[in-house]
């Protein structure tokens, strides 16, 4: 049967796994324990830990002889004294020589030059004779006979008996005796190139005077590096490995490696492959070693393998060595009828060694960490079937060197961290030195006296504010606006009143500068100057129509934080809640401070205690200019008039400026306003004092009836000038006068059945177009009535304001505001804004700048730490104060546990538990994926009080955004994975190991976050909170589909498999398949046989790879929630932000 190339590696190891199904010892977690095996006799024996016979360890072997332990085979030493001198006899004790065989046991002549026979182990073919050159530790024709004794006994060492273990000379070890482990057992060798040292030293071991015994200049070097030829005895250490070979069978490797050339470690010359991991050399061939790598079971050789090209390095840190051998060129080579080579029909790995493994390879070892022996087809090999990364090594190493050629290093010092100390501490100590005290006096800091109580709200800038030819033009090209003039002193109440559609909200946002979208035209002037946006809004104050309070403050933390965030910063805490209740106070709801503001259907609050709220979150940071959007509106007449009295007593007692806009008050509202400015489709109709509006109009011949509401009739005649009644000639109850023309009127000339729509606010669409437009044309009677309309329309009055089209506005509409413009309040108006702008005092003194006045006083609100503090606190109490959301995701994560491991209690180890895992994971993956689209309403509740607040000056959007994250999303998406997997991880009878349990709940926390940034990525950048639920769900829907189970990752088209890579749960449920079942040996039950599978080698025909893990599924996680939460800030930085 041919198997293609790609699957050749999985498909070698399936005879292995048929071979061992009747391996009847049982599998699974319960060998976890082996992880921590004791180290091999050979091991043992050359790091020193003990001379513990071999039979005596944990490995069962079928090589230990059963007969009594052997004499030492080194040497005995026996002392006489024959007077003073010591005389020492070193007998040797010669091994008995192999028997000779009979002629007929003899095999066919071995000729290394035939192709039917070879050297092994890197041995040479000598092409005099055909037979093997055997490198050191291994002799026999084939060089596949471990031989014993040491290594300083050169051609006198004899084979391994069959059967039988080496005995090796004291000093030396390992399965063939080639790994020193003492100075004495070197003492035997002489480096290959004389040495020249000078002289003795008498600091190296074994040096001495004084006491007859010869010097002994040669070392037993184990750092690892190879200087001359190195040798390395290491015990395997891949769990699975050891659980996969039967009978407790210990895996062992050999390595060595030889350096070409000269070898010496002088300061005259150095080798050209020692090198640090700093240093790049460029070696020629010629200059480059050879190494050997043999792989044992139970102390004999299965495969071997030849690196050519090698080179190595030695690197070193505080801690640690690192030894690291790369090799260009491997060959490798089974030992027929070995273990993995055919022995007993068992699995033969002999065409994978031959036709995959190819290099490069590379042997790194950490001291304290164990090494590494990596090449791309046998990790490959390693990752499908065993689930590790490459072959895991505990290594002792050993290489007889003159001390001179020992490689040498400065130990890295350790990090002093003690500059970084010190001057931690010395800022600390600067910081609480330097620190204002709360209620220290004078100038660090502002203290609120008793005889100053009121002094935030009488040490201010009064404002007098001037507009001049205010127009607004809406993107389409609609003029909802058109050349309003007016002004406002400090101490008087302004109030824009109109019809619906007149323009009021749009007027008040252009005074108040709000963003908006359409052109706005005209100049406004503060106390005769220009000034700056920035600020303008420092010392202006703007409450919304709709009130965007968070419902689960009170009263008093609502006003306590505008305070907090917006009061300066040298104003004392106390001098802040002060004025927060003192404002509290003047409008009356200091009685109800500690209630909860409420919302729609759960309200704690009336309405007109909440518009007060409102008012007394702008009024507490005493602005100089108030601007309030209809402050009546909802609220009933008593609490009405409460609203406007307190605006009134503000003004007046404290010389501020406040100006808004109101529909049809009662006429004791009325009684309170100074000033007035009444529109009608965008075009100023009177703009003066109000108590001499009703004498303006009585001029116009629009007398207000007797004992009627003035608010009444004007909104009542601004909309019969309009042309926008419905009803009758004259109105029911007779007020106002005129007649409805029709379109057959020719002596008017008006059209006034298509007079035109409302002009609308920006609440109600500034940006839709009027329904209608006017289609006659004024007479020319008309024109000489009122003396001021041109046919052009372009015309401009005395004073410099563009008269009103008459194209565009009705005739009696033209009439009023041609009248508003000729009164005495326009033209004194008209004449102050001139001298501003001849650089003169608008009334004839000095007023005071307020660009000045805020830059001399230093006015700085709260810094961004403060911010973020306060924000924080904030989102707490919203997140505890509305528990329902929060209780529902702790509740949902203990039933669904209980559910889960209810259904899937004690998984097992076979086909159907892994399948069981498989479905556990996804289940418990999706359950948090779209959980976390309750997130969306977490910002979408919000998002108008974060634009209206952003606006007003509240905070930046960094420290909300901030806040947000750490104190409202992740108490939600934190403990309830960890609460379901703390619960479901027991239950289900997991990975049993502690290590496993943190990774486990680690990839659920970060999968939930990343889930989690990406909804608030959706909620942040869609305004609908339909759609961003909708994305929301094909988000998720799209990751699942590409999670891993539901499609092959070797099915998805190469050009496509990105958006696998890329799918956030494909990285979450490749984690937890990974952390679950790398290791896990299944054990399915068929017909009376066993069959052991190992569960990597599903999970790579399911695609999925067993090292990812760390990288890339953690990693992607991470980088995917860092990603998202950063898109996110940015979004709402840039784009969200109030136009109005």
């Not at 009627?708 to 909104?715: E, G, R, T, V």
């Not at 009535?785 to 052009?792: C, P, Q």
């Amino acid at each position: 049967m041919f198997i293609p190339p790609p699957f050749l590696p999985i498909a070698s190891l399936l005879p292995l796994v048929l071979a061992l199904a009747s391996s009847k010892e049982e599998t699974g977690y319960g060998t976890i324990s082996r992880r921590a095996t004791p180290r091999s006799a050979e091991l043992l024996d050359i790091s020193g830990a003990g001379s513990t016979p071999a039979s005596d360890t944990w490995w069962n072997s079928s090589l230990v002889s059963v007969a009594e332990p052997s004499v030492d085979q080194e040497t005995v030493r026996t002392t006489v004294r024959a007077g003073n001198p010591i005389v020492r006899l070193t007998v040797r004790q010669v091994p008995p020589r192999r028997p000779p065989k009979t002629p007929e046991d003899c095999p066919p002549c071995f000729n290394c030059l035939l192709p039917a026979f070879s050297c092994s182990n890197a041995g040479e073919c000598n092409p005099y004779d055909g037979q093997c050159r055997c490198p050191p530790g291994f002799g026999g024709q084939d060089c596949l006979t471990p031989v014993c004794g040491a290594l300083t006994d050169g051609d006198e060492r004899y084979p391994r008996p069959d059967g039988e273990l080496c005995q090796c000379k004291d000093g030396w070890g390992g399965i063939n005796c080639n790994v020193c482990k003492s100075n004495k057992a070197c003492a035997a060798f002489k480096p290959r190139t004389p040495i020249d040292d000078g002289g003795s030293d008498p600091t190296m071991p074994g040096k001495g005077e004084g006491d007859g015994e010869e010097v002994n200049d040669m070392l037993c070097y184990n750092g690892g590096l190879s200087v001359e030829h190195n040798f390395q005895m290491c015990d395997v250490t891949n769990r699975k490995i050891i659980d996969t070979i039967p009978d407790n069978k210990p895996p062992q490797v050999t390595f060595d490696c030889t350096a070409n050339g000269p070898s010496s470690n002088t300061t005259a010359w150095k080798h050209p492959l020692l090198s640090t991991f700093a240093d790049e050399p460029t070696l020629v061939d010629e200059a480059m070693g050879t190494c050997t790598f043999q792989f044992w079971v139970d102390r004999i050789e299965s495969f071997y393998c030849k690196l050519d090209k090698c080179s190595w390095q030695l690197g070193s840190t505080a801690t640690a060595n690192e030894t690291r051998y790369n090799c260009e060129v491997i060959e490798c080579a089974c030992v027929p009828g070995r273990f993995l080579c055919g022995e007993d029909g068992s699995v033969n790995i002999d065409d994978f060694l031959a036709e995959e493994v190819k290099g490069p390879a590379s042997f790194d070892c950490v001291s304290g960490k164990g090494c590494t022996f990596e090449e791309p087809a046998m990790n490959s090999l390693i990752n499908d079937v065993f689930g590790d990364r490459a072959i895991y090594l505990d290594c002792e190493s050993g290489e007889c060197l003159h001390y001179t050629q020992v490689p040498g290093y400065t130990k890295p010092e350790l990090p002093d961290n003690s500059l970084m100390v010190a001057l931690s501490a010395a800022a600390a100590v600067l910081w609480y030195l330097g620190r204002s005290p709360r209620n220290q006096p004078g100038f660090g800091g502002v203290e609120l006296p008793e005889d100053e109580a009121s002094k935030l709200m009488t040490d201010h800038v009064p404002a007098t504010l001037h507009f001049s030819n205010l127009s607004y033009t809406l993107p389409k090209g609609k003029q909802v606006l058109s050349h309003v003039t007016g002004t406002v002193r400090p101490g008087e109440l302004l109030a824009i009143m109109g019809a619906s559609g007149a323009g009021k909200s749009t007027l008040l946002d252009i005074l108040a500068r709000k963003a908006k979208t359409g052109r706005v035209d005209g100049d406004m002037y503060v106390n005769g100057k220009v000034v700056p946006n920035d600020v303008f809004r420092r010392v202006t104050g703007y409450v919304d129509q709709e009130d965007t309070l968070l419902s689960t403050l009170t009263v008093y933390e609502a006003v306590l934080l505008s305070a907090l965030l917006r009061l300066p910063r040298e104003m004392s805490y106390q001098a802040k809640v002060f004025r927060t209740l003192e404002t509290m106070n003047e409008l009356g709801i200091l009685g109800i401070k500690d209630s909860r503001i409420g919302e729609s259907g759960k309200r704690s609050i009336s309405g007109g205690e909440k518009r007060r709220v409102s008012i007394a979150c702008e009024l507490v940071t005493g602005p100089s200019i108030l601007f309030l959007d209809e402050p009546t509106s909802g609220l009933d007449s008593y609490n009405a008039y409460n609203v406007i009295e307190s605006l009134k007593t503000l003004a007046r007692t404290f010389h501020r400026t406040v100006i808004f806009t109101i529909h049809q008050p009662q006429s004791n509202i009325v009684a309170l306003f100074d000033r007035l400015l009444l529109l009608a489709k965008g075009q100023m109709v009177y703009s003066g004092e109000s108590v001499r509006a009703q004498e303006h109009f009585e001029k116009l011949e629009h007398p207000c009836p007797p004992g009627y509401n003035i608010a009444d009739f004007l909104i009542d005649l601004t909309v019969e000038a309009s042309g926008d009644h419905r009803g009758h000639k004259g109105k029911a109850n007779g007020h106002v006068s005129g007649t409805r023309t029709s379109s057959r009127d020719a002596e008017n000339g008006f059209a006034r059945d298509a007079a035109g729509s409302d002009l609308e606010d920006e609440e109600e669409g500034d940006d839709t177009a009027g329904r209608s437009t006017v289609l006659g044309q004024i007479s020319k009677k008309a024109q000489r009535i009122l003396g001021a309309f041109t046919t052009g329309g372009d015309s401009t009055s005395s004073s410099g304001t563009s008269t009103p089209d008459a194209s565009q506005v009705p005739e009696k509409l033209a009439s009023l505001v041609l009248a508003c413009r000729a009164s005495d309040d326009a033209k004194i108006v008209e004449a102050e804004i001139t001298r501003i702008q001849n650089g003169q005092s608008p009334d004839g003194t000095d007023s005071r700048d307020v660009s000045e006045e805020l830059e001399v006083r230093g006015f700085k609100k709260a810094g961004w730490w403060r911010q973020f503090v306060l924000l924080s606190g904030r989102a707490f109490k919203n997140l505890y104060r509305n528990p329902l959301l929060m209780a529902t995701h702790y509740a949902v994560a203990i039933v669904v546990a209980l559910f889960c491991g209810f259904f899937f209690y004690h998984v097992t180890n076979d086909i159907p538990g892994f399948q069981n895992r498989l479905g556990l994971f996804l289940f418990i993956l999706s359950l948090f994926g779209f959980s976390c689209l309750s997130s969306l309403g977490i910002f979408a509740n919000e998002r108008m009080l974060f634009m209206r607040e952003r606006a007003n000056g509240y905070y930046s959007a960094s420290a909300y955004f901030l806040s947000k994250v750490l104190f409202d999303i992740l108490p939600l998406r934190v403990i309830p994975p960890f609460i379901l997997g703390s619960i479901v991880y027991g239950l289900a009878g997991l990975n049993p190991e502690v290590s496993s349990f943190w990774k486990f709940i680690m990839t659920l926390v970060l999968f939930n976050l990343t889930a989690s940034g990406v909804v608030l990525f959706l909620s942040v950048a869609v305004p609908d909170h339909g759609v961003a639920n909708l994305l929301g769900s094909l988000v998720m829907l799209y990751n699942l589909l590409f999670a891993g189970l539901l499609m092959n990752y070797d099915r998805v088209p190469e050009g496509l498999k990105w958006m696998q890579t890329t799918s956030f749960f494909h990285a979450g449920y490749e984690a937890l398949l990974v952390n679950e079942l790398r290791y896990l040996q299944l054990i399915e039950r068929k017909f009376g046989l066993d069959i052991q599978v190992p569960s990597a080698t599903i999970l790579s025909s399911f695609g999925f790879h067993a090292q990812a893990f760390w990288w890339p599924d953690t990693a992607l996680l991470v980088i995917v929630f860092a990603v998202s939460t950063l898109a996110s800030y940015i979004i709402l930085e840039v784009f969200v932000k109030e136009k109005r």
